[in-house]
């Protein structure tokens, strides 16, 4: 029977989708995805779920079937990076800084990288360095399709290993981490080159066979400062634990060879067990790529189920193994597989417009022409960092009895979606008990409630309530001007009758020490942990102090 190939255009228009898809249908299962739902059940549609969230107050956020996490969002990041030419410095020094507003589900090695380069430094030169050094999640495997995608008419395998290994580095620093990425971009690229029908096993041979391309040791011209940095924070030998894993990955494979073989008698969840999915180091790029390449070879004639197997694998990094197995199966099998029903995931539309300009010849020029058709729409779009944007809702969702979580869905130009929150709290009248203010007993705040409020604190922007009386674009501009402004300290009367009747306050703190606290806090982003050490308080008293700091 012949089989009609998909164009590149097919193919890449693909992956882009199904990665969405997969990362939509595995997040609500992920075990970091704080679902409130004890049990997921297995189905083949979108789902509505609730998520406890922590930022920037702990609050329970609806999200919306076939909504994605910070998977496919950082996808759009690089995507939006490459199109606007000189990806790295985009990304970094824009794209990053910027998505530690509206992220959804980032990973601790993320966050500390996004927060490094808000900082402007990358986190390999930081004080960092030696978490980043151990970092070797599947951060960086999750997001570089659109280096595969932009790199298309190239044909420079170099070049493209070069190009993921430059991304991988701003955020994680173990070989699993490169080696990862760089064996599923190589991946990707054989998939997004073939012109014949995908033999079975075909996929893991050829992997196998180009270890030498994307197992090639760092280039010291090009990556020499970063090696050098790399031996001095390191807990290990760099160049022998990349030889390590590279090997250790090449055996793998061979037993996915080797297990492919068994055919129908074939045990999914035993061939991702030995493959540690299941195990301590289930988010690992290296155990992602692996898993991905499993799956796609076994499930390249039904690549729905192919994405279903792992987006329901229950204790399993199941948003990204599904996101990245998804875009192995989209990039072979293009568009017309997907069901009517998996259409309706997040930004549809945008996720075909950015692949559409990732191939472009002149990718900048494409985009430039896009946001002009946008700009001429009688749409009020506001500046930030990575574009123009416009507000689309505001809805607001409690916090306990401290105030409220103002939740804006924002649309960028070439219409991603995104979710920006601020931390409204009630009125500290109401919490001090003024007279004429019908009162509840308040909840008294624990000290897990503070640190999380004051961990991303400083990356939120402060907002009040959209008011109806006022107009939606003063509300965004008023919302803009206030990121610009520095941080203060304030205390009014009444807040200092809330503290006085809060007993975690009435411990011995000298009036010269909670001075340089405050000052500590407005100059610098240092943790609650980090400061309470630093002067020999309670981490709770320094979380309290930073409520009534302003940005």
């Known amino acids: 029977m012949y089989t009609v190939i998909p164009t590149q255009m097919e193919k890449c228009k693909g992956a882009m989708l199904a990665t969405a898809i997969g990362d939509a249908l595995g997040w609500p299962n992920e075990p970091r995805s704080k679902n409130r739902a004890k049990r997921s059940k297995v189905v083949d549609h979108f789902v509505e779920w609730t998520r406890s969230s922590s930022s920037p107050r702990w609050h329970d956020e609806k999200i919306l079937p076939g909504e994605y996490s910070d998977d496919t969002q950082l996808t759009l990041s690089v995507a939006r990076s490459i199109i606007a030419g000189d990806w790295e410095k985009f990304l970094a020094e824009k794209e990053l800084p910027f998505w530690l507003k509206y992220e959804r589900g980032g990973g601790g090695a993320l966050l500390k990288a996004a927060k490094s380069c808000k900082k402007g430094s990358l986190l390999w030169q930081s004080n960092y360095a030696r978490d980043y050094f151990n970092a070797g999640g599947n951060g960086s495997i999750m997001r570089i399709l659109p280096h595969v995608i932009a790199a298309a008419k190239m044909r420079n395998t170099t070049v493209l290993m070069m190009d993921v290994v430059k991304d991988t580095l701003i955020t994680h620093g173990h070989p699993r981490a490169f080696l990862g990425a760089t064996c599923y971009a190589y991946a990707l690229d054989y998939l997004l080159r073939k012109e014949t029908v995908l033999e079975y096993g075909e996929l893991v041979t050829t992997v196998i066979d ?68 299941f195990g301590k180091s289930n988010g690992a790029g290296d155990v992602a790529a692996l898993a991905a390449i499993y799956l796609a070879s076994r499930y390249a004639n039904n690549p729905s189920l192919g994405i279903r197997v792992p987006a329901f694998s229950f204790g399993a990094d199941t948003d990204t193994i599904a996101s990245i197995t998804g875009g192995l199966l989209g990039m072979l099998s293009g568009t017309n597989w997907i069901p009517t029903e998996w259409k309706a995931v997040q930004d549809y539309d945008c996720l075909i417009q950015m692949t559409e300009l990732l191939l472009a010849d002149n990718k900048k020029e494409a985009a430039k022409e896009e946001v002009a058709e946008a700009k001429a729409q009688d749409i009020q779009w506001i500046t930030t960092p990575i574009g123009k944007m416009r507000l689309v809702d505001s809805r607001s969702v409690p916090n306990g009895n401290y105030g409220i979580v103002i939740i804006e869905k924002w649309q960028t130009m070439l219409g991603q979606t995104l979710y920006t929150k601020d931390f409204k709290p009630n009125d500290v009248r109401q919490q001090s ?110 979380d309290i102090i930073k409520t009534f700091v302003i940005t």
Not at 496 to 509: A, D, G, T
Request: charged share 25%; net charge neutral.
């Open 433 to 542: 008990g003024q007279p004429g203010v019908e009162m509840k007993k308040p909840h008294q705040p624990t000290s897990e409630d503070f640190a999380v409020q004051s961990k991303l604190k400083a990356e939120q922007p402060a907002a009040a309530l959209p008011q109806t009386a006022i107009p939606l674009q003063k509300h965004v501009q008023e919302k803009l001007a206030l990121q610009n402004t520095k941080r203060q300290f304030i205390l009014d009367s009444n807040s200092i009758s809330s503290l006085l009747s809060n007993p975690q306050v009435k411990q011995n703190i000298t009036f010269g020490k909670a001075m340089k606290i405050i000052q500590a806090l407005l100059d610098g982003d240092e943790i609650s942990d980090v400061l309470a050490k630093r002067f020999k308080v309670e981490t709770t008293m320094i």
């Open 210 to 277: 180009g270890q030498n391309d994307w197992g090639a040791n760092l280039n010291p011209d090009v990556f020499g400062k970063w090696l050098s940095i790399a031996q001095q924070h390191r807990e290990y030998d760099f160049h022998t634990e990349w030889e390590n894993t590279r090997a250790r990955m090449t055996k793998q494979l061979e037993f996915i060879s080797v297990s492919l073989k068994k055919g129908l008698i074939l045990d999914d969840v035993k061939v991702l067990t030995d493959l540690e999915c």
